[in-house]
């Protein structure tokens, strides 16, 4: 079986494509980064929709390139039309993504990423503790929404994860990695501000799924974070501080090309064991 090369001339690649398809991209998100994910949808070139009433995600999922799940912020109404928009994706063979968000904080927020995670996501999008806490591995730790762990601690626990979900895992953070249980692909990128701006991590699953709708999972995961993190990088360059940064990542996705790509980010691959 032939595996998609994954580097940044294909990262070049998924992005061009995603500019000319411009694909639909459902998010059933939270509250605080609606408006960050999508900003930062309609600047790479995608097309945004914030759909999450139960009575209608599954039509919505039928006309949709792709579909987002993020569990930021959770509700019993919000928990059903996630559940039945990824039931009805994975029923279309429609990509989507998964964001554990605080998953580990809780026991109701913990369950409700397992039993999506059940329903067949395309890809997992997490940081540290999230992922490792959602593959069932000792040390997950975790600080609310924020991880405690670094990223290349959990490269573990991503790939038994993606062994046993099916799905692409992507564990983000001072470097990212993303694996499909055979292969690890590290991302280098971003800038330590991303950190410090509400929405940054919520708006790179938005940007995943818009990826997945242009280039299988592994590759798809790889170049949405090496454009996200080429394009924080950019936007971080040009501030003192963190209070403008959604704003110039914004700019930074509109305006980056292949050669900025090349400059701002990196892509290393290697076999596992």
């Known amino acids: 079986m032939t595996h998609p090369t994954v580097d940044i001339q294909a990262a070049a690649d998924a992005l061009a494509s995603l500019r000319e398809r411009r694909p639909l991209v459902q998010n059933i998100t939270n509250y605080v980064v609606m408006s960050v994910s ?3 949808l309609l600047a790479i070139g995608a097309s945004p929709a914030m759909v999450h009433a139960r009575e209608e995600v599954e039509d919505f999922v039928a006309i949709s390139s792709s579909l987002l799940i993020n569990i930021g912020t959770l509700s019993p109404l919000w928990v ?7 039931a009805k ?3 279309l063979g429609k990509p989507w993504v998964l964001d554990p968000v605080g998953c580990g904080a809780t026991a109701y927020r913990t369950g409700v990423a397992a039993q999506l995670a059940a329903q067949r996501p395309s890809i997992i999008r997490g940081n540290a503790s999230e992922i490792m806490s959602l593959a069932g591995a000792a040390g997950a730790g975790g600080k609310g929404v924020d991880s405690t762990v670094g990223s290349s601690d959990a490269v573990s626990a991503a790939s038994a994860l993606a062994r046993r979900s099916g799905a692409v895992v992507v564990v983000t953070g001072a470097t990212d990695y993303a694996t499909d249980g055979k292969t690890v692909v590290a991302i280098g990128g971003g800038h330590e501000l991303m950190t410090l701006s509400t929405g940054m991590g919520c708006a790179l699953s938005a940007v995943t799924a818009a990826f997945a709708a242009v280039a299988p999972p592994l590759v798809a995961a790889s170049a949405a974070l090496a454009v996200y993190g080429a394009a924080g990088k950019l936007a971080a360059s040009k501030l003192r501080g ?3 940064l959604a704003a110039e990542l914004c700019d930074a996705l509109y ?5 900025a ?3 701002h980010a990196t892509i290393s691959t290697r076999a596992l064991a």
């Open 89 to 91: 994706a994975s029923a």
């Open 261 to 263: 790509l090349g400059r």
């Open 38 to 40: 999508a900003n930062a």
């Open 80 to 86: 059903d039309a996630m559940k039945l928009a990824a």
């Open 255 to 259: 305006v980056l090309d292949a050669e």
């Open 242 to 244: 963190p209070g403008h």
